[in-house]
């Protein structure tokens, strides 16, 4: 079993810039892919990226360019540092976490383990 963690979230003008945090304790056999999906109101949750325990990486078309996503395998924590946000970054941004699969799953469905999510809010 594995818990996330997820710190880092907040309030900042389009421009800005946030790193968000997400720490797993447990079982680090259940996190050989970690990533970081959002969502919104009435909107499905959303891939923005992944990673491989390996540091294959993977992001969503609007991430790519903005954001990074990073881990510390020794310290089982994973980073996402959002760069130029944008008021459409705006959105409850969730870890997740997974170790059954090859790669990183393509459907959130797929990841067993998540966090309770952190806010990120960006004005225009």
């Known amino acids: 079993h594995v818990q996330l963690a997820e710190s880092g979230g907040g309030s900042v003008q389009a421009g800005g810039s946030l790193r968000l945090t997400c720490a797993a304790s447990?079982?680090?056999?259940?996190?050989?892919?970690m990533a970081w999906f959002r969502q919104t109101p009435g909107r499905e949750r959303e891939e923005v990226a992944a990673i491989t325990t390996d540091g294959k990486t993977r992001y969503t078309d609007s991430a790519k360019g903005r954001f990074t996503i990073s881990r510390d395998n020794a310290n089982n924590t994973l980073f996402l540092q959002m760069n130029n946000l944008k008021p459409d970054d705006t959105a409850m941004y969730y870890c997740?976490?997974?170790?059954?699969?090859?790669?990183?799953?393509?459907?959130?469905?797929?990841?067993?383990?998540w966090g309770q999510g952190t806010q990120v809010t960006v004005s225009s």
């Open positions: 997740a976490a997974d170790g059954r699969w090859i790669g990183c799953p393509h459907v959130s469905a797929n990841f067993a383990y």
């Open positions: 447990g079982d680090s056999d259940n996190t050989d892919c």
